[in-house]
């Protein structure tokens, strides 16, 4: 069966620190990838998506940056934190309909 | 492109008591349609989806929606409601045609159930 790792679950970083922040999917291949950010009271907000190794597409500008650099691993990257990028992020994979099967989420807490 | 409008923000109900939660969408393509569930400080869960077919769909923890094409909802539906379905319902649209398509979110509902 599938799974989706996500860590860390939880992250407190001080302004202007880098972040990273990983992502990984057994059990399939070739898995559409996403990371989303969900803000109190704002539902969820893709921020990145992949098909593919080494593709990605991002949805809004941001401090924020994706990589995929193998088929099941998916990887968000800032190089300096800002405080607006506080929130909770998660990764989650899709195959052919879209449902998408999640992490369990990160929480990030820029001071 | 596709859009989700959840218009409750929050919804109280009594324990064992009906509940309903609204959803409408905007696309000019046809869509699947999915309900997902989240609890404090966790990822979302898949609740149950719509691809085609029967326009009621059951999904788990007794919940079931009904796809209607003419009015663009997907109201989800549960007859009898427990404490512990107190959490945070999303519901999601992607378009259903071939290749990748992405799925979006409506800002979700707070179902509060008391006692």
């Known amino acids: 069966s599938q799974t989706i790792h996500q860590w860390p679950a939880t992250l407190v970083q001080p302004v202007g620190s880098p972040l990273s922040l990983e992502c990984t999917v057994e059990g399939t291949s070739n898995p559409n990838l996403y990371w989303y950010r969900q803000a109190a009271g704002r539902g969820l907000q893709l921020l990145f998506y992949s098909v593919g190794i080494g593709q990605i597409s991002s949805e809004v500008p941001q401090n924020l940056s994706a990589s995929r650099p193998q088929d099941r691993q998916f990887i968000l990257s800032s190089k300096k934190l800002l405080l607006s990028d506080s929130g909770f992020y998660l990764c989650a994979w899709s195959a052919d309909t879209a449902e998408a099967f999640f992490g369990q989420g990160t929480r990030l807490t820029v001071v | 492109a596709q859009s989700v409008t959840q218009l409750d923000s929050q919804v109280p109900v009594f324990e064992e008591a009906p509940v309903e939660l609204r959803c409408n969408y905007s696309s000019s393509v046809s869509v699947y349609l999915f309900w997902y569930v989240q609890y404090p400080n966790q990822g979302l869960q898949l609740l149950l989806k719509y691809l085609s077919g029967s326009t009621l769909v059951k999904g788990i923890n007794g919940f079931e929606a009904e796809f209607n094409k003419s009015q663009t909802s997907f109201h989800l539906r549960k007859p009898s409601v427990h404490i512990s379905d107190t959490a945070e319902y999303f519901c999601?649209?992607?378009?259903?045609?071939?290749?990748?398509?992405?799925?979006?979110f409506g800002t979700g509902t707070r179902l509060l159930v008391s006692p």
């Open positions: 999601a649209v992607s378009a259903s045609n071939t290749g990748f398509q992405k799925l979006v």
